[in-house]
DNA sequence: TATTATAAGTGTTATTTTTACACTCAAAAT
DNA sequence: ATTTTGAGTGTAAAAATAACACTTATAATA
């Protein structure tokens, strides 16, 4: 029994997860099928409850862990939905979260285990409770986010060409971007380099791979710079 | 009884509010003496539990109109905090929230119950738990959010000169803007209408006063058009 | 009533940033 | 040898931003 135990009421309080991928040239969401009730059998997002013996980072984590398999990515708290009848079982608060995930990384055995499957931003089935307009946030906070800070290549593998991150940003933002304007701005921000390597795979001739270089993006922002791209 | 009682646990929910002034030249924050063990009379931002029967915002809602008197200000949710020590006396997770405020119309009745006081935004005193961790983070969210919204004006009241709304953007930025261009600026986005009525107090000649205006700003966002002032 | 003091109000130019736009190159496949 | 395909590259016009200083209206004072 503690202080707060006489005075006042404790909530469920749950977290999901909007996790973004990118294949293809196209933002994918990972869903799953819902396992129990309520809604059993609808699409959902990924979700559970908050234990009284964590805290809510470390549940996002857990749960994002249970259905990817992946620990260190980008994972980031959203918004807090509180509304009384949000889940239609019983009152539940929920910490929504969205990762950023590299989707050659995802393990498909844990996403089978939870019925997930990968969808296209632009076939978003209905879902659960509130989950659509959680995913709604989360899209308006990418696009927002991914213009002021280089969080776009968490959706990327370690080595990338040009033509990718464009076609990232692109289908992040849903606009056909200048090749030109792009590459030159990109450039000049000085924070990806170039390998001495080539991706054939798209071209007969072979494109440039670059990486994200962490540590001038880092001095970058030390000396009171900002990424900024739009 | 209901479906998720036998397997989940629950939580203390509370709300956090960042109460924000303008005052004086100065951007201020409304802080209360706590009342209550632990850390009773240290300074604190104002909260409260949510109850199992109300939604987070109508907690933060009621939460602030306790202190203030204040019912249909701006209020928008700000971060979730979810440590499992944030609060020395029992786990607590708390959704903070960011409150904007006309000064004027503060019941100070009200605010002198909670050991209410107004601090200048350089001279914030140690304060429990984290919550100089939410004044920063909200502060933060304010500088952002007022380059691209209009919610300067929720600070200042209904009719104001443009010396005085400089002196808002001055204060939450933190640096002196020049003032020819914040006022080209300003008046090129045609969100703001002059009164024919003019301020005598702080000036001899007397300042024309405006006001904010809420259909030809919405007219602008229908266009597809933002609000973008830095 | 003339002078002074104070904040309000106002335009132009240089610099920087953004946008628009089309051809050559390298290499594999035929 | 020719064709096909995506990779790679520069320049000029337009728009946005930044820098900058004097005049005006009025109340207070001499």
């Given at each position: 029994m503690t202080l707060y135990n006489q005075v006042h009421e404790k909530n469920f309080v749950a977290i999901d997860s909007i996790i973004f991928g990118f294949d293809q040239g196209k933002l994918k969401l990972l869903l799953i099928k819902r396992k129990m009730p309520p809604m059993e059998g609808h699409w959902s997002l990924m979700g559970g409850f908050v234990g009284s013996g964590e805290s809510i980072d470390d549940a996002a984590y857990r749960i994002l862990e249970e259905l990817t398999g992946l620990k260190s990515v980008f994972l980031e708290q959203l918004y807090t939905y509180g509304d009384l009848k949000r889940d239609s079982a019983d009152r539940v608060i929920s910490v929504a979260y969205y990762a950023l995930i590299n989707?050659?990384?995802?393990?498909q055995a844990q996403g089978l285990n939870h019925g997930a499957r990968w969808f296209a931003l632009d076939d978003i089935p209905p879902l659960v409770f509130d989950h659509n307009a959680m995913v709604m946030k989360a899209l308006r906070r990418l696009r927002r986010k991914t213009i002021v800070q280089?969080?776009?290549?968490?959706?990327?593998?370690e080595k990338f060409t040009l033509t990718k991150i464009q076609q990232l940003y692109e289908a992040i933002h849903q606009q056909p971007i200048d090749k030109r304007n792009f590459r030159k701005k990109l450039l000049s921000m000085g924070v990806i380099t170039r390998l001495d390597?080539?991706?054939?795979e798209s071209s007969k001739r072979g494109a440039f791979y670059y990486k994200f270089d962490k540590k001038k993006y880092d001095t970058l922002v030390e000396e009171g710079n900002s990424f900024e791209f739009k």
């Open positions: 989707i050659n990384n995802y393990d280089p969080i776009g290549f968490e959706l990327l593998p390597e080539k991706d054939k």
